[in-house]
């Protein structure tokens, strides 16, 4: 997966017309390797298990979600992605499991990353109104590059466009492939009001590269999230109250890095967002609750130097269904993580 975080251009995301140009420049060309980082949601609560291991089963019931994205789909390379998950808590591991399924298509498919994940979250109950979860998570990768697919800069002629494939025997056409082996942990502290955690993935920084004679590591991605629910009414009913949650996250990955700062608004099943992606986007994000479905949608309006080039906006939807196990609340040992559900 190319890199999602914001200061990973200009290489990464310049004209429409080279859209599909500038893969060949990201992937290093082709010294044996793709230098590959990690897609980035908008909706980061939305999308539990990919944020932080330590949140598989912190709704507590079981949960299905889904989640897909197309990043700037104005390009003639798409960068789409889906990702499924279940989690629930389970009383006797004193945690929750959580099963991850991602895949990731650049530019065509000319490059895939499919992995799934396996997570456990350990909670311990601190106190009656704190609570602190550690997650851990193992992950099997599969990565694919398809070199008859890209357009090499020897290929590109500003008066003719894009011309024949260059040749020689440097140059390896075909489909390579790799498998990786990867590990993540993560902590969460929270109560009723607040929380507060962290994640570090890809923790041996596995080797990626698509030959064997060559290594380059999948560098470590660190993230901080922290949030708080603020009650703006009191009303009789919990579905006519309205609570306001401001939210922070912090994302780094080799030289990478963003925050992104924004709030949540909701009242009942109505839920609202605004972002901002420091020196990168503007994020309005809606959500929308009935019964078991949660609905999300966020649209990523572009505000860096990016946008002069036209790439048009980034699209995310997510969906996910909570489904209640009907048990008394007095025999539930374990309290929820109360952070936005969109």
Request: glycine share 10%; aromatic share 12%; net charge positive.
């Amino acid at each position: 997966m190319l890199n999602r975080l914001s200061s990973l251009v200009p290489a990464r995301r310049v004209a429409k017309g080279l859209g599909r140009a500038l893969l060949c420049g990201v992937f290093g060309l082709f010294g044996a390797t793709a230098s590959a980082q990690d897609v980035i949601f908008s909706q980061f609560y939305a999308n539990p298990l990919y944020l932080n291991p330590a949140l598989a089963g912190n709704a507590y019931d079981p949960r299905l979600t889904f989640n897909f994205r197309n990043q700037w789909p104005a390009l003639n390379a798409s960068f789409v992605t889906y990702s499924a998950g279940f989690d629930q808590h389970f009383d006797a591991l004193s945690g929750g499991i959580g099963l991850h399924v991602m895949t990731d298509q650049i530019g065509s498919e000319a490059f895939q990353h499919t992995q799934v994940a396996l997570q456990y979250a350990y909670n311990l109950e601190i106190s009656r109104s704190l609570s602190l979860r550690a997650g851990f998570q193992y992950a099997y990768a599969n990565r694919s590059l398809n070199f008859n697919k890209l357009i090499f800069p020897e290929q590109i002629d500003r008066v003719t466009g894009i011309g024949p494939r260059p040749t020689g025997s440097e140059i390896p056409f075909g489909t390579k492939t790799v498998t990786i082996h990867d590990f993540s942990t993560g902590l969460m502290l929270f109560s009723e009001k607040f929380y507060i955690g962290g994640a570090v993935h890809h923790l041996t920084e596995p080797n990626q590269a698509f030959f064997t004679d060559a290594a380059v590591a999948w560098p470590m991605r660190i993230s901080a999230h922290a949030g708080a629910n603020i009650p703006l009414t009191q009303a009789y009913s919990e579905g006519d109250n309205w609570t306001l949650s401001p939210n922070i996250i912090y994302i780094k990955q080799a030289t990478a890095q963003q925050i992104n700062i924004g709030t949540y608004l909701s009242k009942g099943a109505v839920s609202g967002g605004v972002w901002y992606r420091l020196n990168d986007a503007v994020i309005l994000t809606a959500g929308f609750q009935r019964g078991k479905m949660r609905l999300g949608y966020g649209y990523d309006i572009t505000t860096s130097p990016l946008s002069n080039a036209r790439p048009g906006g980034s699209h995310e939807v997510s969906l996910s269904f909570i489904f209640e196990r009907y048990e008394p609340m007095e025999r539930r040992r374990y309290s929820k993580v109360n952070c936005p559900k969109f």
